[in-house]
């Protein structure tokens, strides 16, 4: 056998010999294992639930704080708002009433007031008269003549005075302020709901 041979064959050996032991080695290496997963416990799976819940919870909680506000902006905007048409109403309504009042009796004061003048000028006429005409010494026929006179005088300016006013007709009657309207309590603010509490997460 020649030398090519030779190294051929060892050659050959050595492979089948490393073929073996890689196989044999592939055979007794141990196939790894897996722990199986520990099963939770029935607190962790209440609080996987409860947490849930909670969220849901206090989601719902800080949309009903957030409705409560707009509901009662709302409400108290109304409130303003209808208590300002109110008192205006009121108070225009009013202002209107004594307005109308306050024309008519202007007008018949306008009217009333050269029926007075002439009353007084009347009865100031009937006391000159009087006065002048028992001035000094007069006799007893000059008083009872001036006395006379003065009382009829006296008598006719209240008679065309009282004419006059009749002519005028009734004084306008000052209106009855109507009862000023009560200011309705204001609106409360509603309590706010109650905090959801998280839960306790339980111990391992």
């Known amino acids: 056998m020649n030398s ?83 008192n205006k109403a009121y108070w225009s309504s009013w202002a209107a009433t004594i307005g109308t009042y306050r024309t008519a009796e202007a007008a018949y004061d306008a009217q009333l007031a050269p029926i007075q003048a002439a009353h007084k000028a009347a009865r100031d006429a009937a006391d000159a008269t009087f006065l002048a005409a028992t001035a000094g010494s007069p006799t007893t026929v000059q008083l009872n003549v001036a006395v006379k006179a003065f009382y009829t005088a006296a008598r006719t300016a209240d008679t065309t005075y009282k004419a006059a006013l009749a002519a005028l007709g009734t004084e306008p009657v000052r209106p009855v302020q109507p009862t000023v309207p009560a200011k309705p309590v204001a609106p409360v603010k509603p309590a706010d709901p109650v905090k959801p509490v998280a839960p306790v997460k339980p111990g391992k």
């Open 4 to 86: 090519k041979k030779i190294i051929t064959a060892a050659l050959l050996a050595s492979g089948l010999i490393l073929g073996s032991t890689s196989g044999a080695l592939a055979d007794t290496t141990p196939a790894p294992t897996t722990t199986p997963a520990k099963a939770p416990s029935a607190a962790q799976i209440a609080y996987k639930a409860a947490l849930a819940q909670y969220k849901i919870d206090i989601t719902a909680y800080r949309v009903a704080l957030v409705n409560n506000d707009i509901n009662y902006r709302a409400t108290l905007q109304k409130y303003w708002s209808d208590w300002t048409s109110t």
